[in-house]
């Protein structure tokens, strides 16, 4: 990252893009004011700042959990038609831009910026919970094989599909705004169709802007609160060291120092490196448990569980509070809404930012498909095991599972052999899920409080970082970080109107798009172009096709006659 005061051109920038990277003084103000207001509230008045929040959220899922579940089902659909529609052809950058990074690093960044260390705390205390006290409109009874099959169901609707549409509409949305027409690297950017360019670049775009860097600094700050619970949890199995307040604390300062180098070193190596290899041990942990665990069963529950999964999507998706019970929808599905929604800001700068180059319809298939396969097989693997461990009566993790979801893991890999070399596996991937989350992130707010800028100044994106964490260890100290949790979800719920808004203003654009009239093809052969990008066709390099020579001739026809420069906007 560059500590100029202006931007240096960048490969992954639209042409002739020279934004500056000079902070925006009132946003950070602002944002950083409400935020330590927020945090000195929490922390000199806990109570009154918990019964305020418990009371607001309470209201929420009473009158707006409908909301919650109608929006999520809209971006799912809509994710999967403007994929397979003409518009999936257009690239998020000029016409004959090519993708910045490697597709196994965008994947590694993406997946470890999206759920990296929820993943970590839910993937065995979720299938484990609904194992033992099923959601109550399913109707089946605790600890039997309906249950297990029940409980790998709600975890891959809460974790798969749904969560990525969410992140992809938001991400689809930044990287055209600000690859396909030039408009910078902020959310505001994306709403000119609709509220204009002049409102986008002053307060009703700044204020866009502001709720997307609060929702970005709660939701994010809840995930290392949860990651320094973990780490605490397995420092206490493997050395011995008592989980406390002050173990907490300091893994957060340790882990935050992490950051700041992580930070200085840019994007290309801190945020790149640690994420692929936070994908390399997770996916050596993942083999050991599949190896040493109930091999066979894993195997047979895969295809069951995502069968009954597919089966089971249109109920779950439309379940609400009129005939279900509304306390469990509370806790859990709105809850992980609303949580996802809350992270959108963050997810969806973050993916944008590193998918330039890339077609509509790569990047929509691979953020829905890629993070959601490799998020079925964590859970089938990991979720699984404890779920036979406890079925076959090997191990005990109903007490675990009562302690705390972070408890939940190590109690699993505790019954496997080398338990606690893989609990220290287990604990150092969730310390770098916290580097990258905690980088990722402040990266994102550094851009939202730049005028949208590619490359913050560091001192900016390390300013925003450190508050984060600082919010996080006062709430660990006042013992608030539930009350963390459903601030980020009282924060969501303003969201759901501006991700719809969102959508609206996207359509509005991607009709207008010359690119999408370029050549009109069945949904099967864009698919097969996903797969040929995704793996590498070979083909590419034997020179222009006869469809490459015909899309050619199309664009210059189409240069020709509206006088744009062949990426969407002004020649």
Known sequence: MSTETTEQPDPGAPPGDTRRTSPDPAVVAVGFTVVLVLVLWAWLGDRS??????????????????????????????????????????????????????????????????????????????????????????????????????????????????????????????????????????????????????????????????????ATVFGTATSLGLGALQVAEGLDLTTGLTASRTSQLVIIAVLSAAFVLSAFSGLHRGIKW?????????????????????TVYILDSIPASVGGYLQDLLPMATRTGAFSDQAWLGAWTIFYWAWWLSWAPFVGTFIARISHGRTIREFLVGVLLVPSGATVVWFSVMGGSALRLQSTGEADLAGAVEEGA????????????????????????VMTYFVTSADSASLVMGSLTSRGALHPPNWLVVGWGVLMASVAA?????????????????VALPFVVVMLCLCWALLKELREDPGAGLVRHHALHGLQDVVRTMVGDAVSEQGPTRHHRLRRAARARSESEDGTGGDGGPA
């Open 474 to 490: 006062v709430l660990l100290v006042v013992g608030g970080l539930s009350s963390l949790q459903t601030a980020t979800i009282l």
């Open 274 to 294: 640690l994420s692929t290899l936070n994908i390399i041990l997770a996916a050596t942990l993942m083999v050991f448990v599949f190896l040493l665990g109930p």
């Open 406 to 429: 972070e408890a939940s893991l190590f109690a699993m890999l505790d019954a496997l052999p080398l338990g606690t070399i893989t609990s220290f596996v287990a604990m150092v991937l």
């Open 49 to 214: 700042f918990d019964s305020a929040s418990t009371t607001a959220l309470s209201w929420v899922l009473d009158n707006f959990g409908w909301l919650f579940v109608v929006a999520a089902d809209v971006f799912l659909v809509l994710c999967l038609v403007i994929a397979f529609s003409r518009f999936g052809r257009i690239r998020l950058g000029a016409d004959d831009a090519r993708p910045e990074f490697g597709n196994l690093a965008w994947i590694a960044m993406m997946f470890s910026a999206g759920m990296g260390i929820g993943l970590m705390f839910y993937g065995v205390g979720e299938p484990l919970t609904h194992y033992l006290a099923p959601p109550p409109a399913t109707g089946v009874r605790a600890e039997s094989g309906e249950a297990a099959r029940t409980a790998m169901e709600y975890s891959f609707f809460h974790w798969t599909l749904t969560p990525w549409a969410i992140y992809g509409i938001a991400g689809l949305a930044l990287a055209y705004a600000g690859f396909r027409k030039g408009r910078g690297n902020r959310l505001s950017a994306a709403f000119v169709p609709l509220i204009g360019a002049r409102r986008a670049e002053s307060w009703p775009g700044r204020l866009i802007d502001l709720l997307a860097v609060f």
